[in-house]
């Protein structure tokens, strides 16, 4: 079974960096083909999805806020770990973490994975104060 | 980015009735798409993968359909529990992105 959970703080200062860890069971990041997600959702508004890393360690960021993110993992911990930058009110939302998952679809010489997020955590909610 | 845009914002039916929620995407995307169910104060929940593949443990009166821009969830007999905010997301690229979410409210 696979689970997630988010920790870290619930309220940082503008401008400081927010760090926040997503430790989880069930499956390793060692593994071909894993990933795990941020996503956020600020209070009553859509989600907005913020990064992955996969197995390899490739990372891909939302370029809005790449400048800000970076996402690393610490396979021996179950862990994968989010951190923003210069925060701001704005992003404060409930960030969760998620299990990507994958469809692969069959190319002449390779294939191609697209990836899901199927498990996700129950979420932490961060405000953005002074 | 692909925008993803969904209609209704909100939708009021009830119990037993057959609702679909439809999902434009701005440009194709084959049928990378995943639809989700929240709840408030509670995370979103796969329902459909792959545009119209039922996740596992999901009851089948949920189904999924579409390919290229235009995709629709389709609940077959609402259930008391299905009254949730449901998004849909395209995975074809990067940045991944969601609708802005449909609300399923009783009427």
Redesign the interface.
Known sequence: QITLKESGPTLVKPTQTLTLTCTFSGFSLSTSGVGV?WIRQPPGK????LA?IYWDDDK?????LKSRLTITKDTSKNQVVLTMTNMDPVDTATY?CAHA?Y?ILTGYYTNYY??????????TTVTVSS | ?IQMTQSPSTLSASVGDRVTVTCRASQSISS?L?W?QQKPG?????LI??ASSL?SGVPSRFSGSGSGTEFTLTISSLQPDDFATY?C?Q??S????????TKLEIK
Request: proline share 8%.
């Open positions: 997600g859509a989600l907005e999805w992955l891909r960021y939302s370029p809005s969760y998952n469809d697209y990836y899901y997020m199927d498990v996700w955590g129950k979420g | 980015d990378w995943a989700y509670k995370p979103p929940k796969l993968y792959k996740e998004y997301q995975y074809n990067y940045p991944y992105t969601f609708g802005q979410g």
